[in-house]
T-cell receptor, first 113, second 114 residues
Framework: DTEVTQTPKHLVMGMTNKKSLKCEQH?????MYWYKQKAKKPPELMFV???????INESVPSRFSPECPNSSLLNLHLHALQPEDSALYLC????????????FGPGTRLTVL | KNQVEQSPQSLIILEGKNCTLQ??????????LRWYKQDTGRGPVSLTI?????NTKSNGRYTATLDADTKQSSLHITASQLSDSASYIC?????????????FGAGTRLAVHP
């Protein structure tokens, strides 16, 4: 299985809602990533988990809260988001660390009303 | 400042034709360079990866070149197909602060027309 899956595919939420994005991989990868991508822009790194521990937080606002329950799962908890947070949220994983090729999921298209 | 610049921003070609996409980078210290293909609304998919010592790498109809002296890379697509329509992103890795950070280019949007 060489696939990174993400759910849901689409999410519409209000600014007072709490929701979560999920990411799963069964390739035995030990590094997992969250990216945010606005239309016609390259992905921007948000968080990196290495061996289930948060290793990089690229100064992301606290309304985004990552969680890595185990080596196969990565969540992104959302609370009190703003309309400008609307974007494609991509999850990726790599074998050990960022020197290895990252495999991306299909993304979750998030719209904040 | 670490930067990756791609050209052209967008490109339209006819099916069956060849095309070449360019990537210039100012990234230090250089670790490796990857080309990704991203279909609209989907995650990027890795096409090639090259380290400092490699100057060409092929993956089917895709051939990437790297000139580490001039800090330039190109992606050549041969005999284009409609399914090649996508954004092509050049990504350079820089090892900094104990972490191999990916520097993304803005991408070239390729449209292949019948």
């Amino acid at each position: 299985d060489t696939e990174v899956t993400q759910t849901p595919k689409h999410l519409v939420m209000g600014m007072t809602n709490k929701k979560s994005l999920k990411c799963e991989q069964h390739m035995g990868h030990r590094a997992m990533y969250w990216y945010k991508q606005k239309a016609k822009k390259p992905p921007e790194l948000m968080f990196v988990y290495s061996y289930e521990k948060l290793s990089i937080n690229e100064s992301v606002p606290s309304r985004f809260s990552p969680e890595c329950p185990n080596s196969s799962l990565l969540n992104l908890h959302l609370h009190a988001l703003q309309p400008e947070d609307s974007a494609l949220y991509l999850c990726a994983s790599s074998s050990r660390d960022s020197t290895d090729t990252q495999y991306f999921g299909p993304g979750t298209r998030l719209t904040v009303l | 400042k670490n930067q990756v610049e791609q050209s052209p921003q967008s490109l339209i070609i006819l099916e069956g034709k060849n095309c070449t996409l360019q990537c210039n980078y100012t990234v230090s210290p250089f670790s490796n360079l990857r080309w990704y293909k991203q279909d609209t609304g989907r995650g990027p998919v890795s096409l090639t990866i090259m380290t400092f010592s490699e100057n060409t790498k092929s993956n089917g109809r895709y051939t990437a070149t790297l000139d580490a002296d001039t800090k330039q890379s190109s992606l050549h697509i041969t005999a284009s197909q409609l399914s090649d329509s996508a954004s092509y992103i050049c990504v350079v890795s820089a090892f900094s602060g104990g972490y191999n950070k990916l520097i993304f280019g803005a991408g070239t949007r390729l449209a292949v027309h019948p």
